[in-house]
């Protein structure tokens, strides 16, 4: 799964939860998520999913040398299910969203 927005809150705790209990099934598991998008995210969370071993990685930090184009950021939302089934779009996994 890779997405920019990843936050704390309901959403993003019920997203933890559920891609932990698929890791521990023996699911291979990968969350990639932005750096800058990622910013409000409970470090916990984090813990919960690679406790069980979910791959989960941030990318694109800002550094001194980058500032100049912290906001050319992508904001890809991609969740790859088995090779055959993907969904892309949508919003970030956020309770903003919740409707």
Do not use: C
């Not at 055959?84 to 996994?93: D, E, L, P, R, Y």
């Amino acid at each position: 799964m890779e997405t920019y927005i990843y936050w704390s809150g309901t959403v993003g705790y019920d997203f933890a939860i559920a891609l932990a209990a698929k890791a521990r099934d023996g699911v291979e598991v990968r969350v990639l998520v932005d750096w800058a998008g990622s910013l409000p995210f409970d470090e916990d969370l984090v813990h919960v999913m690679t406790s069980a071993g979910v791959r989960f990685q941030r990318y694109r930090p800002v550094h001194w040398y980058t500032m100049d184009r912290v906001n050319n950021r992508t904001h890809r939302k991609l969740l790859i299910i088995d090779g055959k089934i993907a969904f892309t779009g949508g919003v970030g996994i956020a309770d903003n969203w919740l409707g």
